[in-house]
């Protein structure tokens, strides 16, 4: 008799472990964190940011700020959905820009020159905004590692040394 006892306070306890674990209350969605891929949401696109030899290449940048005027973009060869991660641009301040040694500042290109040269846009944002987004950048500085030349590559694949470009 107390084995049966025993045995059905143990199965009352699982059944009343299973319901009650079913309707526990989850945590919102808003209380999980965020996901490192979270928050790429400024893009803006660039002409001739493969040299003049391609005028008509785009390059898609897809940035977040991360800290401290710290900015991030990955650069795609499109904006589909099978577009191939080609760059990964940082951008820093100004400031951020001047602390670097000499040979660490020749690794970066001045925004106020470059953005220019490319003619970026930001699209799918109103013109005023982009005028806004764009004053912000110009006194900023980048730094390029290319992944691989989307331009220069053997079928389509990803020859060729990564290597960090210098934009002059």
């Known amino acids: 008799m107390k084995k049966i006892a025993l045995f059905i306070a143990v199965l009352f306890a699982f059944s009343l472990g299973v319901v009650a674990s079913r309707l526990a209350l989850k945590p919102a969605a808003a209380s999980t964190p965020a996901m490192p891929s979270a928050g790429w949401t400024l893009h803006i696109d660039a002409l001739k940011h493969f040299g003049s030899e391609h005028p008509a290449q785009v390059a898609h940048h897809w940035c977040k700020a991360v800290a401290g005027g710290l900015l991030e973009c990955q650069i795609y060869d499109s904006d589909a959905a099978n577009a191939r991660l080609i760059e990964i641009e940082t951008i820093v301040p100004a ?5 670097f040694s000499k040979p660490e500042q020749a690794l970066w290109h001045y ?11 930001l699209p799918g944002m ?8 764009v004053a912000s950048l110009l006194e900023t500085y980048g730094k390029l590692w290319m992944l ?3 331009l220069d590559t053997k079928g389509g694949w990803p020859t060729g040394k990564p290597s960090v470009i210098v934009l002059k």
């Not at 400031?95 to 602390?99: E, F, N, P, S, T």
């Not at 925004?111 to 846009?121: D, G, L, M, Q, Y």
């Open 95 to 99: 400031a951020v820009y001047k602390a």
């Open 111 to 121: 925004h106020r020159t470059e953005i220019p040269k490319v003619s970026a846009t």
């Open 126 to 133: 109103p013109v005023a905004q982009q005028k806004k987004v």
């Open 148 to 150: 691989w030349n989307p």
